[in-house]
Structure formats: C-alpha cells, structure tokens
C-alpha cells in the first residue's frame, strides 16, 4: 500500500510510543522512513528501533531549534529530494502547569506547551511543502480532551483543540497543492508521555469500560489507521480529525 513511499516520522521515543506503532506499520506496508530523536539522552532507546525499519535518514529533532529542523529536511533532499508524508507525533508541557487547574497555569508554561504541541506541526509542515511538490500527507496525534473536559488532562486540552483548528486550515491551504492533513485521535495508550498524566491508570480503566468495544487501542492499531491516512487509498481525506478508540468519544 505504500510500496515506494518517502517519510518523515517525528516523536519515536521508544518501544511504547504512539509514533513508534505507526512507523512499524508504515514501514510494513512497504515505505522507506526517516526517523528523528530529541536528544543524547533518548537517541539509545530509538536507534535499534530506526535500525528495525532500516531507516536512511536518523538524525536529532528538538523542534524548538531551527538549526536541526534545517539539518533535518536538507539531509532528506539530500538522499530522497522529496517526501511523501510528515508524521507528527510531539507534544509537551512544563509539570506545573500540566498538573495544575487552566485556570492556574503559567502564561510561560502555556506558551510553551502551545509551541512544542501545536506551532511545531505549522514549522515541519512549512518544511515539509517544498518537498510535497507532487502532493503528500501530513499526520499528526490529538485526543478527546480537545473535544470534551477530560479530568486532569489540564491545558493539553486546550492546547490539542487548537491543534485541530491548525488541522483544519493546514488543509485548506495546502489542499490546492495535492496535500492532505489529518489528526489522528486515539484513546488512552499507556506511553511514557501519558504516564506524566495525573492518574492516568484511572482514566485507562474508564476508557476500557465505556467504550462500546469495551478495551483500549494498542500503537499497532494506530499504526494501521495512520498507515491508510498516508497511502493513496485516502487521498479524499483531509481536514478530519479521526477518533481510534473503540467508539468512546460517541457516548452521551
């Protein structure tokens, strides 16, 4: 389905993360990917993991320094001089503010969190377009908490409804150009990021009770969906927020 695909997967962190279920499937259904780390720290946990998709292009992302971003999609002209689709899977925001009431948070710390979650995606896109030039996908990962108040979810919420707003005009922008954007929106994944959530084990266990298919999603499952997102198959969607997560956000 993607057989001869050129890709950008950003926000790998290790075996658990979301992004890491969607460049497996990417990768199974036939595309080459360029994968990125943050930094030293995170980049022992993500090389065997770029080395399992036998990855081209491996290189550090802080999406906060211009100079890597540079780096990054100069070495993909480089090597493929072009991409296919951009894969968004980032998000963060300083503990106090994320542990804290909205109405509490620090202007710093929502700025912040706004940058990292949400303006991120507008750069690597901007980034992305010159080598979109016969089309391509961008994707990339919100949840419910932007819809609805979810418990403890604190500015994330707002910071994802905006990110779906971002989506949305992405799309209409782009979309003359052949590119299509999408957000994904899965259920609760027990990931590194998520464990940073306020009794996120809670929020688990609701979400596999209520749901109408009553379980959680798993990254393979993600994966699969993003990997459609991205392949011909879909090349009528775009603007959409799609929900993977057995039906939860349809209760009343």
């Not at 890709?7 to 994968?35: F, P």
């Not at 690597?124 to 391509?136: N, R, S, V």
Request: glycine letters at 8%.
């Amino acid at each position: 389905m993607m057989k001869g695909k050129k890709g950008l997967v950003v926000g790998v962190a290790n075996a658990h993360s979301i992004a890491w279920g969607c460049a497996q499937a990417l990768h199974d259904a036939g595309a080459e990917l360029a994968l990125t780390y943050l930094n030293d720290k995170a980049k022992p946990y993500v090389a065997p993991l770029a080395a399992a998709v036998d990855a081209p292009v491996f290189m550090p992302l802080d999406v906060t320094d211009a100079a890597q971003s540079a780096a990054l999609f100069a070495e993909i002209d480089k090597r493929w001089g072009r991409l296919d689709f951009l894969l968004h899977s980032i998000a963060f925001a300083p503990k106090d503010d994320l542990h804290g009431r909205v109405t509490d948070s620090s202007g710093a710390g929502f700025a912040t969190a706004m940058d990292i979650s949400c303006h991120s995606l507008v750069r690597l896109t901007k980034a992305a377009e010159p080598l979109m030039a016969e089309g391509g996908t961008v994707l990339t990962m919100s949840y419910y908490g932007s819809e609805k108040v979810v418990p403890r979810y604190g500015i994330m919420g707002p910071v994802k409804a905006a990110l779906e707003a971002t989506v949305r005009y992405l799309a209409m922008e782009l979309g003359p150009q052949g590119i299509r954007v999408n957000a994904l929106s899965p259920g609760p994944v027990k990931t590194r990021a998520a464990s940073g959530l306020a009794a996120f084990d809670e929020l688990m266990e609701s979400v596999a009770r209520e749901a109408p298919l009553h379980e959680l999603v798993t990254i393979d499952q993600i994966g699969e969906t993003a990997a459609f997102l991205a392949s011909d198959k879909a090349r009528h969607i775009t603007g959409q927020v799609i929900y993977i997560d057995n039906g939860y956000n349809i209760r009343g």
